[in-house]
């Protein structure tokens, strides 16, 4: 996907800061592509949350997906962070559908499977968890634990 919107020489940083894994093996990269004015990476600086790139490639990549469940599937309560998403809805039985071709799209169009173990519908009463945290609707209100 990146390919055809970047130039070979922007697709060249790209793939070099993936597959960079140490803070001296980044600058030496960036240092590369000075006329860019790419910050240098400080250690212990941000976030400790694996490559830098992870999060922006992860919504660049799924973009299309997240609209998909907005516009056409008419999701309104969607959530998503990387790979993991919550959808609120009102009715199961429209999620169910849902699920059905929002597993079929992810396998089909983005050649990912969802991780059955997690992937449930849900009561919001009996709470749920999302990104370490336990959400519970509770007397109209959302508690997080």
Do not use: W
Not at 46 to 51: A, E, R, S, V
Not at 116 to 141: D, P, R, S
């Amino acid at each position: 996907m990146l390919r055809k919107k970047l130039t070979d020489e922007e697709m060249k940083i790209v793939e070099e800061i993936i597959d960079s894994t140490n803070e001296e093996y980044i600058n030496q990269v960036l240092d590369k592509y000075v006329k860019y004015n790419i910050p240098r990476y400080e250690k212990k600086k941000g976030l400790p949350i694996g490559n830098l790139t992870s999060q922006f490639l992860s919504i660049y990549y799924l973009n299309k997906l997240d609209h998909f469940i907005v516009h056409d599937l008419h999701l309104k309560y969607y959530v998503r962070y990387m790979d993991d998403f919550v959808i609120l809805h009102e009715d199961k039985q429209y999620l169910k559908q849902c699920l059905k071709i929002i597993i079929e799209k992810l396998e089909k169009e983005y050649l990912l499977q969802v991780n059955e173990n997690k992937t449930k519908i849900i009561n919001a009463q009996e709470g749920f968890i999302f990104l370490g945290y336990k959400f519970i609707l509770k007397n109209k209100k959302t508690i997080m634990i």
